[in-house]
């Protein structure tokens, strides 16, 4: 069974910083990968896609990349503001069907 | 274009009562599911429906039923609820399975008694 896995929990950081947020799955045979970010009683809300052909998605100040043989896939968070403050977790898709199986997430922090 | 609606916020039953969470989505999506998210444990799916029509098990399906009633909704239905059910749902819907995102609700947070 895929076991998909993100650390730290939680992260702390100052306005304006850059910070890379991480994720790992133990199964490479993937595929997709999705970054979803999720707000305080609120559901999720997607933010990148990446297709097991990809290496990496931008968009705006976000960008996840992918790497399958080592099982990872990392979100690049530049010029953090305040109100990227949420959780951010990442899924896996095995097979296409959409079934994912999710981390636990990152709680991000940013301090104005 | 209200997305994906959930139905009702809140509850909170007794052991052994049974109830319906309703979803519907107003994106035209084929595909729809029901996740259930627990604390420490992240997201895991609980029943999908690939189109309008079918229904399959995901990882966790025990102690629960779906209904795909049309292409807009969804429900998930829990017979004899019991405290391990407790839990916040969510249900989700995407145009189509493959690479296609997925939108979710807001949530419905259950508590049982």
């Known amino acids: 069974k895929q076991e998909v896995t993100q650390i730290p929990a939680a992260l702390s950081v100052p306005e304006g910083e850059n910070l890379v947020l991480n994720c790992s799955f133990t199964?490479?045979?993937?595929?997709?990968l999705q970054w979803f970010r999720q707000d305080p009683g609120k559901g999720l809300t997607s933010l990148l896609l990446?297709?097991?052909?990809?290496r990496e998605q931008t968009s705006g100040r976000l960008n996840a990349s992918l790497d399958k043989s080592s099982g990872r896939s990392t979100l690049y968070i530049a010029a953090s503001q305040p109100g990227d403050s949420a959780t951010y977790l990442c899924?896996?898709?095995?097979?296409?069907?959409?079934?994912?199986?999710f981390g636990t997430g990152t709680r991000l922090t940013v301090i104005p | 274009n209200a997305g994906v609606t959930q139905t009702p916020k809140f509850q909170v039953l007794k052991t052994g009562q049974s109830m319906t969470l309703q979803c519907a989505q107003d994106?035209?999506?084929?595909?729809m599911y029901w996740y259930r998210q627990d604390p420490g444990m992240g997201l895991r799916l609980i029943y999908y429906?690939?189109?309008?029509?079918?229904?399959d098990k995901g990882e966790v399906p025990n102690g629960y039923n779906v209904s795909r009633l049309n292409k807009r909704e969804f429900s998930l239905r829990l017979e004899s609820a019991a405290p391990s059910q407790t839990s916040v749902y969510f249900c989700?819907?995407?145009?189509?399975?493959?690479?296609?995102?997925?939108?979710f609700g807001p949530g419905t947070r259950l508590t049982v008694l």
């Open positions: 994106m035209n999506h084929n595909s």
């Open positions: 990446i297709q097991s052909s990809q």
């Open positions: 989700a819907s995407s145009r189509d399975r493959g690479n296609n995102e997925q939108f």
């Open positions: 899924a896996v898709d095995q097979t296409g069907a959409n079934n994912l199986f």
């Open positions: 429906s690939a189109s309008e029509g079918t229904t």
């Open positions: 199964d490479s045979a993937i595929y997709n």
